[in-house]
């Protein structure tokens, strides 16, 4: 693949992607707007990387999806973070992002982010509208216990977040 | 809890990724990979500087034992090095890509390795470099009695080993706490 292919190639994917995985970054990380964007960046740092090798084998977004759960995991391990310097600065965000006004947002973000892993992965990826077969093929669960398991999880966010209901 | 969802969704969709051009963010990441290279090659430049500096000064001013602890003690802090830039959690792997099942296998099995290796990579640190040491003390402690010779080498030697053994158990279980909840979480995905 040449570098003009790669960029053409990614310039579609990041069209389609960006705001997806920009919203997995706020799951993984809550209301840290420093983190997200560094987890961001290092998320389509890695993908820019792979991009070359996907064969199409699995569908575009079970890649993509995988590919940002996996960096996501890495990068709530401090040993794994690189020290590399900030290209996406606090001035690149959108403006709710600088100053979150809504509240209920901000709130939605923290519960999502203090749930267990596999609730939190199941829940962003309904959150983004995905059919229960590609939530298994990017979770690794079984297609039959998506429902039961998200189900749980969806009770368990709802009784963190009824304090604020109120 | 049904509205409540569709209010969530709703409120979840809101949220948007930086405005920036996909030949901007391109910029960019070209950008963040020179500079991740730029370390990279700066980090191996500033070593050899470091070993060829020490080395021939070990020569011009030492002797043969002391260029060949000095060595030593290079060889190990380049080892040391290779691991702390070697993750053992791979984000994208080429082969079990796409089944997940393998996926989860491969990244148990390097997570728990990368817990044996940093034990047994950081004992043999501490063996070379005590070792390196008191190569060097050949040369240094010439001048001394080898009863004395014998008793700094005694007394520096099992100092350092008691340091390293205290700071590798603090290091591995801050590294259980770590590499622990990732590893369950792991094998909790794989079993279902």
């Known amino acids: 693949m040449t570098p003009k292919e790669k960029e053409r190639q990614f310039e579609a994917f990041y069209r389609d992607y960006q705001h997806k995985l920009y919203r997995l970054c706020c799951s993984f990380c809550g209301d840290e707007e420093a983190d997200v964007a560094d987890l961001y960046q290092e998320i389509l740092l890695q993908i820019w990387k792979a991009l070359p090798g996907f064969r199409g084998q699995a569908q575009l977004s079970t890649w ?9 995991t890495a990068f709530r391990r401090n040993r794994t973070r690189r020290h590399l310097p900030r290209v996406i600065k606090d001035a690149d965000l959108p403006a709710q992002e600088q100053h979150p006004k809504d509240e209920r947002l901000q709130q939605l973000r923290a519960g999502i982010a203090r749930l267990l892993p596999s609730d939190r992965l199941l829940i962003t990826l309904q959150l983004e509208g995905l059919s229960y077969a590609e939530i298994a093929a990017i979770s690794g669960h079984n297609t039959n216990q998506i429902g039961v398991r998200l189900h749980r999880a969806k009770r368990r966010l709802h009784k963190m977040l009824l304090p604020y209901e109120n | 809890m049904k509205t409540d969802w569709k209010n969530w969704s709703q409120l979840w969709q809101q949220q948007n990724a930086p405005d920036l051009s996909p030949n901007e963010i391109i910029e960019r990441l070209n950008r963040l990979g020179t500079s991740a290279r730029r370390q990279r090659r700066w980090l191996v430049l500033t070593f050899s500087i470091t070993a060829i500096t020490l080395l021939s000064m070990g020569l011009i001013w030492g002797g043969i034992w002391t260029s060949a602890g000095i060595g030593l003690m290079l060889f190990a802090m380049g080892m040391i090095l290779y691991q702390a830039f070697s993750s053992p959690l791979q984000v994208v792997d080429e082969i079990a ?3 997940q ?3 989860l296998k491969r990244q148990i099995k390097a997570l728990e390795q990368g817990r044996r290796l940093a034990s047994r990579y950081m004992w043999i640190y501490a063996v070379l470099l005590t070792l390196g040491l008191n190569l060097t003390y050949l040369d240094a402690l010439s001048a001394l009695y080898t009863s004395w010779r014998i008793a700094i080498s005694l007394v520096v030697s099992l100092t350092l080993l008691s340091a390293f053994a205290y700071s590798i158990s ?5 590294l259980d706490q770590e590499l622990g909840p990732l590893v369950n979480q792991l094998k909790a995905w794989q079993s279902n």
């Not at chain 1, 993509?64 to 996501?72: E, S």
């Open chain 1, 64 to 72: 993509a999806y995988r590919i940002a759960i996996n960096t996501g």
């Open chain 2, 170 to 174: 603090r290091y591995l279980s801050r």
């Open chain 2, 101 to 103: 099942q393998q996926f």
């Open chain 2, 97 to 99: 890509q796409f089944d």
